[in-house]
């Protein structure tokens, strides 16, 4: 056996290490690895080379190609690169390789290789070009940091949801940083930017300087940064060959160390095995390699959850050794078997061998109705597959509306989507379709669609209420909804039209309308209004005054108020008011007017059709009791006692009361009767109750 | 705070949580300092969820009004919208953030739809230029905002018009997701019960919005055994008669707004002695009305006529309760009164207020409820609590209160005529004279609306009479308000020269004769004489059922229908002998507090069987319904 001290080194005073080796790279390499633009995903995950990443020799016969390789160097795809000069690669924490080009567009491809789609960095990118970048990880996803030809940031923190932030200027910053790194902190992704012997850190709303605490003086420039890869943690690396560890807030240094080496180290990184109570960073030069750490507290990581173990292996096509785990594990069918079997599908899709019908009903078999399988997920892989049919096909199986037709949308599949959506009773969703048919059909067969599916048509005549007028005139046209063309007309009178010809016109137009309608009562109603509104203009033009828009009721009212009786007459008779609401009228403007003498002579004009008991208590509303008591004795004997009680002849109401021997009337009276003086009224009230309770 | 949530059959404070938590978790999303800018008609339903202080405690620094052009100055990190889903408030919201890029230094934008974020709203940002701008951008579902322990509102204003006259059925489809958060909560609902187009496919969306959702099983044991969707149009003459309960009553004079009642000032002013009323406060008094107020939960179901009473047979306990001070002779027993003083305080506040605004009621309704009883002026009370109720012999009154009531009375007799029969066929001459004096349109059309319902639709040569007048004399813009009204079916011409109105009336019960107000043992008292139709469909419903009346529910609109939702084996009930069902009952297109006081009464009866929890699309009166429903041009 062979003594276990046998192979570790002294490191420093009280530390040992040993080197071996855990297993040899299967790859072939031919290329020195300097030459390429290298990736590897963190845990473990593979390896991305892109060898001759675009030289300036230009010369098209070599062209770049991309490696993708485990992380013991097997294979996984190899694929020429066509696209443009590339400046980083990084790997996305779902093992996607983000490949960032010089134009600020990112290119995704899968682990095999398989391209996934691609996105820009925004304008300002393009036009500057993109100088350096870098890929990181948040607890959001992967972000992309962006240095540009004019020295300006641009990040995304989270690829999979794309929100670029252009970083606010760094002050006085002409030449690229001599060093910088994206970090995270408090959710939030910032830059830390070396210029000379200062420290930047820019978030995006300000761009602040920094100084790390305990720093050795006499440092000029930074040469390198390294941030740990839960980003607590910073080392700076100085043109004095001092390395500064700290906390990445740079409120604690945990300790400093100078190696006397002033070239600048080709790569440094935060390095710390899981449960080791060591944190270190190792420093690596052309020909030497350093580790400089410290040792005092645990941070434990346990970043691997079983989730993110699944997914890898099905990144690997491993899925019956995934459902395998998943069983052995128990783990629920959502987070489990269900995923694993939704990627099976998302994989089969791909087989364009088989036909569509096969694929999907294949997948119906295995999947069924599991719970949390997402069939337009996979539709959505088909389709992206170019295999439109299979992606119908498989939505028919999907039994969320919300998810089928926005895929059904991208898939022009308009008119399917707009009667799921329907379905669905979801009105956004119907909105959604609706405004991408319209711009997708012509007008008539728009609205053709519109007329077989009554609840769409509903909501869109809604929409165009509030945002389209015109075309909700159109509508009803197309359907000879003659009723709502003449309320739409009403309505373009009052809204659009100052003048009054105008207005008279839309109203013919809604009068024109309710006769097609065969609503006689509303074509009459308006044709009234329109001579109401020539007459008011007319009485403008000749009293003065203001006419226009008073109802018929009001206009009589002002005339009367102005003097104008005549008129007022003449008016009533035109539109043939009832008698007894012109009483009404009337005698309401003329107590207005306090003309009691008029009032008097109006009452004595004929026979009151509405009863004097009006007069008497339009009188007391203006707190004329003299008047009202004239009104009074002339109020029939239903209405009498109100009549008294109102002009506050409490006795003679009871007497009424008594006479009339009628209970409700004596409670009314008696009611009335209030404290000392109304005494020997009640006293009256009650002994006739009694009485004609005896009888 | 919310504890008056969790007193009634159902914890409705479970929802009120589960809602504050999903707010919580969306300020805390947006990092640092915040703005909140309103959409106004939000702030009335977020109040019930969440204060200032809950607000304030993640951060929240600034709230402004939702307007267009800049925002006022905010020295945050975030800015938040909280809106409605509307292509209107998009404009506003793009007007905002263009004009705050100009400005400078650029914060972080989040926008929260309540209650559902929308595509078409997203796709206007975008259209406008600034959808990229907001980095959260989120719904937050609060469909159903719980008011009381017993009742749940989505405080939907448009919700009839859009359901009954536009044919837009969002608010139902905020309606079903409403009902299933609540399943989520409270397990799921295993029959379903309903009568009307809508209740059909709110229930249509509830069946397949389960079948969306059939990874997550839900395992919780049901609270609710039954589920009754009733459309409003399915008794469109309840809310068109004036309510009768104290609670009804308020609202039918003051309305009150989400939960909250604004009051004239006077009657609350302190009363002293030599003041002489100099110094009447101006502003509005604002009261909160809820169970969590015991007086009030005790009252506010009551007809009007049964208040007074209970009123001073409270001041009579509260002042022997102040008196018990003299007794208190050792230290222990000071020391219980004193313990009980906070609690004797505030039930005087409560009684002081309530007195108050039983006055103002009365000054409205006086001499027509003749059988109010007056408020005894209590010498003791207002010589120990400084509290008087004034009886009415104190307050002569005004010639225009005695208008009022007489007014109110003349009304009331009216709106009993036609719910009893009588006289439906024929121009009524109150009306006439409502008209030719110009009341308020509202009270006229409500009063033409319910002879036109009461009577199956009026005759032609009636309907035409009616509306000729109310254009001459309001005007002729009105036109459009008489076709809204007609379209909803309050307003129609007889078809077929048959009145269906007699043969529901009997059948459904919904006249009585003989109503006992102070102790009532039918709904029909809520109305003092009318029962109102919706209530008596679930009376009907829970005993004997619905079969007993086919007939009645074939004339009325809509299908009526039932579905069960199966229950896995270890989640169905045993009823406990004497346990009572709980009944979720849902009015699509809104419900009057007269009509919840009488579920509530149905709820209370001993041997009724059934408790009614109570779910609407809005809390709303005749007026504010005629209101949604009038169209003003100009």
Redesign the interface.
Known sequence: MDCYTANWNPLGDSAFYRKYELYSMDWDLKEELRDCLVAAAPYGGPIALLRNPWRKEKAASVRPVLDIYSASGMPLASLLWKSGPVVSLGWSAEEELLCVQEDGAVLVYGLHGDFRRHFSMGNEVLQNRVLDARIFHTEFGSGVAILTGAHRFTLSANVGDL??RRMPEVPGLQSAPSCWTALCQ???AHILLAVGPDLYLLD???CSAVTPPGLAPGVSSFLQMAVSFTYRHLALFTDTGYIWMGTASLKEKLCEFNCNIRAPPKQMVWCSRPRSKERAVVVAWERRLMVVGDASESIQYKQLTIQVLLDRLVLRRLYPLAIQICEYLRLP??QGV?RILAHWACYKVQQKDVSDEDVARAINQKLG?T??VSYSDIAARAYGCGRTELAIKLLEYE??SGEQVPLLLKMKRSKLALSKAI???????V??VL?HLKNELNRGDFFMTLRNQ??A???Y??FCK??ELETLKDLYNQDDNH?ELG?FH??A???AEERIEGRVAALQTAADAFYKAKNE??AK??E??MR?LRLQRRLEDELGGQFL?????DTVTTLILGGHNKRAEQLARD?R??D??L???KL?ALADLEDWEELEKFSKSKKSP?GYLPFV?IC??Q?NKYEAKKYASRVGPEQKV?ALL?VGDVAQAADVAIEHRNEAEL??VL?HC??ATDGATADKIQRARAQAQKK | MAAHLSYGRVNLNVLREAVRRELREFLDKC?GSKAIVWDEYLTGPFGLIAQYSLLKEHEVEKMFTLKGNRLPAADV?NIIFFVR?R??LMDIIAENVLSEDRRG????FHILFVP?????CE?RLKDLGVL?SF?HREEYSLDLIPFDGDLLSMESEGAFK?CYL?????S??HA?KGLMTLQALYGTIPQIFGKGECSR?VA??MI?MK??F????NSIFPVFDNLLLLDRNVDLLTPLATQLTYEGLIDEIYGIQNSYVKLPPEKFAPKKQGDGGKDLPTEAKKLQLNSAEELYAEIRDKNFNAVGSVLSKKAKIISAAFEERHNAKTVGEIKQFVSQLPHMQAARGSLANHTSIAELIKDVTN?VL?LLPRLECNGTISAHCNLCLPGS?DS?AS??C??AS?DFFDKLTVEQEFMSGIDTDKVNNYI??C????HSLIKVLRLVCLQSVCNSGLKQKVL?YY???I???????H??TL?NLEKAGLLKPQTGGRNNYPTIRKTLRLWMDDVNEQNPTDISYVYSGYAPLSVRLAQLLSRPGWRSIEEVLRILPGPHFEERQPLPTGLQKKRQPGENRVTLIFFLGGVTFAEIAALRFLSQLEDGGTEYVIATTKLMNGTSWIEALMEK??
Request: charged share 30%; net charge negative.
């Open positions: 929100k670029l408090d959710r939030v995006h709303a300000a069918e959502v269900s109705d719970p949390g039994p969320r379905e669905s009773g979801d009105t956004d969703l909105f959604t405004l009554p609840m048509l509903s909501l005549r809604q509030h945002q009723q309320s009403i309505r009178s009052y809204a009562f509303a109603a308006t009234d209004q109401l828009d008073l109802s018929l009721h539109f008011i009832p007894k609401r009483w009404w009228l309401t509405i208590e007391m509303k707190h109100k109102l409670s009314l009611s209030t404290g | 990092a990190k889903p292509l209107e230094p650029t914060r972080d559902r974020r929308s595509l078409l796709q990229g980095i859009e536009e044919g837009d059925q969002t139902l489809y079903a496919q249509n969306m397949r079948r969306e059939t990874g997550s099983q001499r003749l012999s002569p010639a225009s005695v208008a007489e006439e004279d008209i030719a004096q110009k035409d509306k000729r007048e254009l001459q004399t309001y005007g002729y813009e036109i459009l076709h041009p100009f």
